[in-house]
Nanobody, 115 residues
Framework: QVQLVESGGGLVQPGGFLRLSCVASGFTFSSHDMEWYRQAPGKEREWVASITSGGNTYYPDSVKGRFTISRDNAKNTAYLQMNRLKQEDTAVYYC?????????WGQGTQVTVSS
């Protein structure tokens, strides 16, 4: 059974940091690209970061320089380090595993940036 379980969300003040984790099971983690998305209330889901199976990383301008995606294939886990958080980063964050045939989504973790 395929599972992606995110954790690490919570309430943080502007300028603070969080590290999200996404633990995968039920498929070959190392052969999948891993991605993070987010969805704020009333908005469409937005791509946040990607790391390929080979370790190349990509970010949109909105988070570049503040967010870092990484992966540990030995632990079947992807991470999203989020620094200098802003109120506009408030959203539910989802991880996605993208293979050549299938893609899988986690259930999401809430990140709230507020003073």
């Amino acid at each position: 059974q395929v599972q992606l379980v995110e954790s690490g969300g919570g309430l943080v003040q502007p300028g603070g940091f969080l590290r999200l984790s996404c633990v995968a099971s039920g498929f070959t983690f190392s052969s999948h690209d891993m991605e993070w998305y987010r969805q704020a209330p009333g908005k469409e889901r937005e791509w946040v970061a990607s790391i390929t199976s080979g370790g190349n990383t990509y970010y949109p301008d909105s988070v570049k320089g503040r967010f870092t995606i990484s992966r540990d294939n030995a632990k079947n886990t992807a991470y999203l380090q989020m620094n200098r958080l802003k109120q506009e980063d408030t959203a539910v964050y989802y991880c996605k595993a993208a293979g050549t045939v299938h893609e899988y989504w986690g259930q999401g973790t809430q990140v709230t940036v507020s003073s």
